[in-house]
């Protein structure tokens, strides 16, 4: 028999349903609470401290230092965050259409949290795009770690919902997209919209153009998977700067036909990577490193809370330095020592291929054991397992086991190649490379306008113009002629006479009798003075010299700017066995093209803070250190050389000789403006040098090994005329290329009062008649 049903009462049904609503609204208001609850503590800090945004409350705070060029070109910079941000007017609107298109299309609409986003985030499980704001994914850029689990996400998004609340409620809109813009990592050292537009483009950011923007706005999703540089991500990159051009298309930021006419543009971009050792002046920003650090030191920005001297940080402070090079005039210098060091270079193997001992030459296995093991000591290998402390055999054993590395080769310009060698091979490998310096500066100033401390700056660290010490040869003969002019009142037409000569021992510090040879082995009887210098004669030095004696000499060039504490006072200085840099040799010389006062070297105009307030500027230190008449006569010596010595293949023509056509890079130079110079070459051509000058610009060239041992076997391919001179030649070809540089063409200008004659054709007393040379009683 069936159980009759209980019959259930309206008002049981109507009390069955309220407990429903009732249950349903304290979960709903329970759980809007709990969510309330979780917001407050997480403002008041309970799930840990909220990050701060006093970064972007002060956007110019962890910046990069950058470095100008006198012409406006940014250098390079110091940074630990390569960060230069920009202000929204410095963006282009196609650059925030595509932003906003891609990222958060309601981006003026919502306050920070887009209700509509998050609501179809949770009902899709974010299938249809995620909710994040561009406002929140500023707030996550404050977080510097990772979640590590999912409780700890959750916590952290609630973070970011109360941050970006915060942000919108003190920024405006535009000044939220700049801050975003500007905190971005791009890769490969582009922190920031600047930094991503200078490296992967070359240009400032306001020039970019829509497709270019959207291949910036592409990268926002995934650097990395949408890099357009990288070539594994190449094809990703394209897609999807063509996925931003269409959403700015549907959003109406641009028309159809104009999406169609951007998609069909093939992607282009610019590298120009910005690391440390990119870019150009690597050797001269790193020698200016050291100059800010020094300048930090003397200049501290002021006190901290407890009375402390604060200082500068170039890595955060967004210093602006301006320098003295132009970027015009290092790009041609650098093109000039790359161009004519791969052609010597190419010349130097080639005489090395029968060389048992290569690349050095005259030394013995011992010898170069012991250049072997020094290289290898001074490693970073070295370096890094001695600090571990590895025993010093298993350190050795080390260099002589094959790894893969990257090398240095020439290759059409300076090139990296992927190998296989052992440490101990390596380093005669590198050994075989010449190396290079060049340095060029105007004399009126002090400005260095070049600097090129090597071949290159990634494998080759040691910079040559400042750091580099190598004997100097014939060039420093000019000091030893401009001091016997000073002193002796000589003419360029005085003769003297070219025949062995000896300054006789326990004379002038001399252990025995000092007696010069000729580097051409004879003698050519009486020579004016000025062919004497042209020649680079040394019998006439070691007259002079024992004139004027050598501390005379050295007082002179102490004057010039030279550190003469380690220069002896023996004659034989006056054949360049001191060892000196190419900043001392330029320094030096340009008191010759200034009329005979010193300018001490400048290398930086200006040092401006982040405010716009000058901190530094440069002021000139001037020093009468010979008379006009004594600087222009030198400076009438020095012409000889270019016109008819040594430094004469300045002014010829082409040529058909293997040694031109291979070797001598940039010739035929056909100069025909007045030019003064010296060649130099050390013994056994282990250094090669130029020293050029117009009015008003002097230019130094060396060229060598990284060992004295390491030269040509000959004088034809290894004296400065062939080394050093076709860089100095091929540098100012191109300078001249450009007539805003201003660089002179004119001749030297003569002192009013000039009573020392300098034209050979006209006799002492002013009779136009041609007289023979007054001979010195020597």
Not at 182 to 199: E, M, P, T
Not at 266 to 274: A, D, W
Not at 623 to 628: A, E, H, R
Request: net charge neutral; aromatic share 10%.
């Amino acid at each position: 028999m069936a159980t009759p049903k209980k019959k259930v009462s309206k008002n049981e049904t109507k009390s069955d349903f309220s407990t429903y609503i009732k249950g349903f609204w304290i979960l709903f208001l329970g759980g809007l609470g709990a969510l309330a609850l979780v917001f407050l503590l997480a403002s008041w800090g309970v799930f840990g401290k909220l990050p701060t945004f006093e970064e972007l409350e002060n956007p110019e705070s962890n910046l990069a230092t950058e470095i100008l060029s006198s012409d406006g070109k940014t250098l390079g910079k110091f940074y630990n965050e390569n960060r230069t941000p920009v202000k929204y007017d410095d963006l282009p609107q196609n650059l925030i259409d595509a932003v906003v298109a891609t990222e958060d299309r309601r981006f003026y609409e919502h306050s920070g949290i887009d209700v509509r986003g998050t609501a179809r985030a949770v009902a899709y499980l974010g299938s249809k795009g995620g909710a994040s704001t561009i406002t929140q994914q500023l707030a996550k850029l404050l977080f510097s770690d990772e979640p590590s689990n999912k409780l700890e996400r959750v916590i952290q998004k609630v973070k970011e919902w109360i941050i970006a609340a915060r942000l919108e409620s003190q920024y405006t809109k535009e000044e939220i997209i700049t801050m975003y813009l500007n905190k971005q990592d791009f890769l490969f050292q582009a922190v920031g919209i600047r930094s991503a537009s200078k490296i992967y483009f070359d240009k400032e950011p306001i020039e970019l153009r829509p497709e270019e923007s959207a291949v910036i706005a592409a990268m926002l999703k995934n650097p990395r998977q949408f890099n357009p540089y990288r070539e594994i991500s190449k094809d990703k990159s394209l897609e999807r700067r063509n996925t931003v051009l269409a959403l700015m298309a549907e959003t109406d930021r641009i028309t159809e036909a104009e999406k169609d006419s951007l998609i069909a543009l093939p992607m282009k971009i610019n590298f120009s990577p910005e690391g440390h050792a990119d870019g150009i002046a690597t050797y001269f920003r790193e020698y200016l490193r050291a100059f800010m650090a020094d300048w930090i030191q003397k200049n501290p920005k002021g006190k901290d809370a407890d009375g402390n001297d604060e200082y500068y940080n170039i890595y955060r402070d967004g210093l602006v330095i301006t320098t003295t090079l132009d970027s015009r005039m290092q790009r041609f210098a650098e093109q000039a020592v790359t161009a004519h060091m791969e052609n010597l270079q190419r010349e130097f193997d080639k005489q090395n291929e029968k060389n048992k001992t290569a690349p050095f030459r005259d030394i013995s296995e011992e010898e170069e054991e012991g250049i072997i093991n020094r290289a290898m000591r001074n490693s970073d290998r070295w370096r890094k397992m001695s600090a571990r402390d590895i025993d010093v055999d298993q350190i050795k054993a080390s260099f002589n086991q094959k790894t893969d590395m990257r090398v240095f080769v020439w290759d059409n310009g300076p090139k990296e190649k992927d190998t296989i060698m052992t440490p101990r091979d390596s380093i005669l490998y590198y050994k075989r490379f010449l190396r290079a310096g060049l340095l060029s500066m105007t004399p009126q100033t002090g400005e260095v306008k070049a600097w090129v401390g090597g071949i290159d700056y990634k494998h080759f660290q040691y910079d040559h113009v400042k750091t580099g010490r190598r004997q100097v040869g014939s060039t420093f003969k000019p000091f030893l002629y401009a001091t016997a002019i000073d002193q002796l009142h000589l003419s360029p037409c005085d003769t003297i006479p070219d025949n062995p000569y000896c300054i006789p021992a326990g004379e002038m510090g001399t252990q025995r009798d000092w007696c010069p040879a000729n580097s051409s082995g004879g003698y050519r009887g009486m020579v004016t003075l000025k062919k004497a210098l042209a020649e680079s004669i040394n019998t006439v030095s070691a007259r002079l010299m024992h004139r004027v004696g050598p501390n005379t000499v050295i007082d002179l060039i102490k004057k010039l700017g030279v550190d003469t504490k380690d220069i002896p006072s023996v004659p034989s200085i006056a054949l360049g066995t001191a060892d000196l840099s190419l900043f001392e040799m330029v320094s030096a010389y340009s008191a010759f093209a200034n009329k005979g006062v010193h300018v001490e070297p400048q290398i930086v105009s200006t040092i401006v803070d982040k405010n716009g307030t000058v901190l530094y500027q440069s002021v000139p230190k001037a020093q009468d250190v010979l008379s006009k008449e004594s600087a222009y006569v030198t400076v009438n010596l020095m012409e000889g050389v270019t016109q008819y010595g040594s430094g004469a293949r300045l002014r010829s023509g082409a040529s058909n000789d293997y040694m031109y056509k291979n070797v001598i890079t940039g010739h035929p130079y056909a100069f025909k403006n007045p030019i003064a110079g010296k060649t130099g070459t050390t013994q056994n051509q282990s250094d090669g040098w130029f020293m050029g000058m117009v009015p008003n610009l002097v230019t130094g060239v060396w060229v060598g090994g990284d060992d004295r041992s390491i030269h040509f076997p000959g004088i034809r391919y290894g004296q400065g005329a062939t080394m050093a001179l076709p860089i100095w030649g091929s540098y100012m070809k191109k300078c001249y290329t450009q007539e805003d540089l201003k660089i002179s063409q004119e001749a030297f200008e003569r002192p009013e009062d000039l009573s020392i004659r300098i034209d050979c054709s006209i006799p002492a007393g002013g009779s136009q008649q041609t007289e023979v040379p007054d001979e010195l009683d020597f």
